[in-house]
DNA sequence: TTTTGTGCAAAGATTTTGCATCCCC
DNA sequence: GGGGATGCAAAATCTTTGCACAAAA
């Protein structure tokens, strides 16, 4: 389905297909979530002569033609993953720093009620709660 | 509370109390939620000489003591707030960056399924959702 | 006086920009 | 062939670190 359907969003738009474009967007693809850098590391892996700034344009492109997203994990770099069907809201542990997922529908009442009362759209595809995973809570009951 | 309470801190760890550090905190609890750049400024209105390394360095001391927490909004730099009794969810926008704020209560149902059925504790005074403001909502609707 | 804290400058890390060249269409 | 895309290098941010001096206790 993505292969395909890049090439038609870029084309659609007077852009072009590249082999750059195609690899960035696997690698998304691949590695779930994904800071630049990361995605950087798995395209060199197949083409060499890939540099950091036409992730950092790419990224910002897909990201447009919305085939990805981005969310701000705790830490400093933002990481990308795919739009979608996948979906999910990312439960990033303070302590230990593992990234766990929940199902964005789970969002949905509360959605629809700031949609309602306050006319905030909440992109429920794009969040993350931060807090303690299970192995790191237990002990200090709060 | 938080003046005295920041020398009770600090003396129980042996640290010291400083103008840097009363003036920084007093920005942060002044300013609702600001990055470190604009507690700079905040400050240097009061104290001119404050090197933005001070800043940086008591950001992270007081978020140790406790006394404030610190958010990622979608773009660049982490913003900082008071810790404790205000807690708010920053409702940011994507298209024009406004931040608002809703009752972290709202959370409350599905913090607490979450730690039901999964064992996450959600810090629901640390929680960000992206989307669209009233006004930049408008008209796309998607 | 002693030890912590601060300012300054420089180093790091990350992300962006300008420009010449490359190559998709 | 033409205009968008890429690579390279340099700039722009943002954040951290080392060290000498200042200041709290």
New binding site residues.
Partial sequence: MSESSL?EL??A?????????QL?LQAVLDLGHA???QVHNAVREV?A?????????????LERLGLVTHTHLSH???TYHAAGEDQHVHLVCRECGAIDEMDPELLRPLADQLARERGFRVDIGHVSFFGLCERCGNGDQK
Same sequence: chains 1, 2.
């Fill in positions: 090439a870029l084309r738009r007077g852009l072009r297909l590249t082999a750059q474009r960035i800071t630049p850098e083409a002569g890939v540099n950091i700034t036409t992730i950092y344009r790419t990224l910002e492109l400093g770099s933002p």
